[in-house]
C-alpha cells in the first residue's frame, strides 16, 4: 500500500541567513493562496543567473501558491569592512617609479596618496560571483525544506478542522436517516386525514365540486412525493463524505478535488432543505450547510 502524501497549505514562510567574510546572505520564502503556482522574485540583479535553478527548485516543491522569493546580500558595516592591498600591483607600480626615476633624475616620487589613487590597488573585500551563486542555491534548497515543512503543518491542521466537520456532518446524517422514517409517517397521516376530508366533502354534496376535490388530491400527492425522496439526498450526502475522507487521507495537492466536492455537498443540502417536511429537517439541513462553509473556507487553503 501506497503512502499517502502530506497536505500542504498554500500559507507558509521559511528564512535562511548565511554569513560571509564581506556579508550576509538572506533568503526568505513566503505564500499566500492563488489558484495556480506564481512564483515571483526580489533579488539583486548580480544574482538573476541563479533565479531559474531557484524556479526549478520551488516548483519540486510546490504545486499551488503565490510564492514571493526574496534574497538579500547587505554590505558589511563600515567599521567591519577591511581593505584589501593588491601587492603584487603594489610592487610593480614601485619598480616601475623607480625605473622612471633612474632614467629621468629630476622626476618626482610617487607618494602614498599616488600609490593609493591608483586603480586596483586598493580594493574592498569582495566575493566570488560563482561561490556566491553556489551559496544562494544552498541556502534556497534549505529554506524550500523549511518552507515545504511550515506548509504541510499548517495542512495537517486544515485538514483535521475538515474532518472534524465531516464526522458531524455524518452524525446529522445518520440522525436523520434513524428520524426520517418516523416523520415522514407522522406526514402521511396528516396527509390521510387531509384526503379523507376532501373526499368526504365531495361524496356529501357539499359546495366542493368532485374535479376541484380531485386536484386537491393530486396536490397532497405531489407534495407527498417531494417529501420521501429525502432519503436520496442522506444516501448522496454520506457517498459525498466518503469520498471527502478518501481525499483527506490520500493527501497530495487536494485543493482542487475538494472545491468541487463542497459544491456537490452544497447542492445536496439545499435539495434537502427545500424538502422539509418539519422544523427539524429544515434545522438539520442548515446545520449541514454551515458546516458545509466551513469546510469550504478551510478548503480554499489548501494547495
Avoid at 616601475?96 to 607618494?111: K, S
Wanted: proline share 4%.
Amino acid at each position: 500500500m501506497s503512502k499517502s502524501q502530506p497536505i500542504q497549505s498554500m500559507t507558509g514562510y521559511a528564512s535562511v541567513t548565511r554569513e560571509f567574510d564581506t556579508g550576509r546572505l538572506q533568503l526568505e520564502l513566503r505564500s499566500v493562496n492563488s489558484r495556480f503556482l506564481d512564483i515571483n522574485f526580489r533579488i539583486p540583479d548580480d544574482l538573476r543567473a541563479v533565479e531559474s535553478g531557484l524556479r526549478e527548485m520551488l516548483t519540486s516543491g510546490t504545486t499551488r501558491g503565490k510564492v514571493e522569493c526574496r534574497i538579500s546580500v547587505p554590505r558589511p558595516a563600515v567599521e567591519d569592512r577591511q581593505p584589501v592591498i593588491d601587492r603584487g600591483l603594489l610592487a610593480q607600480l614601485v619598480a616601475v617609479a623607480d625605473e622612471v626615476r633612474g632614467a629621468a633624475p629630476g622626476a618626482q616620487p610617487l607618494t602614498v596618496a599616488d600609490l593609493m589613487r591608483w586603480p586596483g590597488v586598493i580594493a574592498e573585500p569582495s566575493v566570488d560571483p560563482e561561490s556566491l551563486q553556489r551559496e544562494v542555491l544552498a541556502a534556497g534548497k534549505r529554506a524550500l525544506t523549511e518552507f515545504v515543512a511550515s506548509r504541510q503543518r499548517e495542512g495537517a491542521r486544515l485538514a483535521q478542522g475538515i474532518l472534524e466537520r465531516c464526522q458531524r456532518m455524518r452524525e446529522l446524517v445518520r440522525q436523520l436517516e434513524v428520524e426520517t422514517p418516523a416523520l415522514l409517517a407522522a406526514f402521511e397521516a396528516r396527509l390521510v386525514e387531509r384526503l379523507r376530508a376532501a373526499l368526504i366533502n365531495a361524496a356529501t354534496g357539499t359546495s366542493l365540486p368532485l374535479d376541484e376535490a380531485m386536484d386537491r388530491v393530486r396536490q397532497e400527492v405531489v407534495l407527498h412525493g417531494m417529501r420521501i425522496d429525502v432519503a436520496e439526498e442522506l444516501s448522496r450526502l454520506a457517498v459525498h463524505l466518503d469520498e471527502l475522507e478518501r481525499i483527506l487521507q490520500a493527501g497530495g495537492a487536494v485543493g482542487k478535488r475538494l472545491d468541487f466536492l463542497m459544491q456537490e455537498l452544497n447542492r445536496e443540502a439545499n435539495t434537502l432543505g427545500s424538502k422539509g417536511a418539519n422544523v427539524d429537517l429544515a434545522n438539520a439541513a442548515i446545520e449541514l450547510k454551515l458546516l458545509i462553509e466551513q469546510i469550504r473556507e478551510q478548503v480554499q487553503n489548501l494547495e
